[in-house]
């Protein structure tokens, strides 16, 4: 077992006089990481309980999130999919705290490509999507009934309830 200065806890495999195999890395804020390492950093498969109570759980790369993983926030998001060099890139599923549930392409954590996001009232927006806006052609299905299909440009709701866009949120490293 190693503790620093610093308040840095490992338990786990050394080779060459440096972490590197299956561990436990408890960081000074609390976070806590169990998996692969290699050179000291998170690298294959791992899984991290953060203080504030968001988890990750999925690969890394260079001490980043990268491949599949699945992240849940105490705040009820919750994303499934590919990440980048610790971005939400690719393909994913996002739950929203507030149930609405996103189904597409992202790029730097944010929609965009195609998806399809569906609210808690039943309304959807299906289609085009720009650095997390609907931009573009796509299909919008509201609750009544109505549908709207063609060009979005960066609609603005004009109600709560029928808002067309969601932002993704910052997540945790």
């Known amino acids: ?7 840095l806890i490992y338990e786990g495999l050394w080779a060459a006089g440096q972490i590197e195999g299956t561990g436990k890395l408890i960081q000074p804020n609390g976070d806590i990481y169990e998996g ?10 791992g899984r991290v309980i953060y ?3 968001d988890t990750y759980e999925g690969g890394f790369e260079a001490d980043k999130r990268h491949g599949q993983g699945e992240f849940k926030g105490a705040d009820g998001y919750h994303y499934t999919g590919n990440w980048v060099a610790g ?3 690719g393909t994913g599923t996002v739950t929203y705290p507030d149930g609405s549930v996103y189904v597409g392409q992202f790029r730097e954590d944010l929609a965009d490509g195609t998806g399809k996001i569906t609210y808690p009232d039943g309304s959807t927006y299906e289609g085009e999507w720009q650095a997390g806006v609907i931009e573009g052609t796509g299909t919008a299905t509201f609750a009544n009934g ?3 299909v063609g060009q979005f440009t960066r ?3 004009r109600q709560r309830r029928h808002e067309l866009f969601h932002r993704s949120r910052r997540l945790p490293l």
Do not use: S
């Open 51 to 53: 203080a504030n109570g």
């Open 87 to 89: 971005h939400i890139e």
């Open 1 to 7: 077992m190693l503790t620093t200065e610093d308040g």
């Open 155 to 157: 609609p603005q709701p």
């Open 36 to 45: 692969d390492l290699v050179a000291g950093q998170r690298q294959g498969q």
């Open 146 to 148: 109505l549908t709207y």
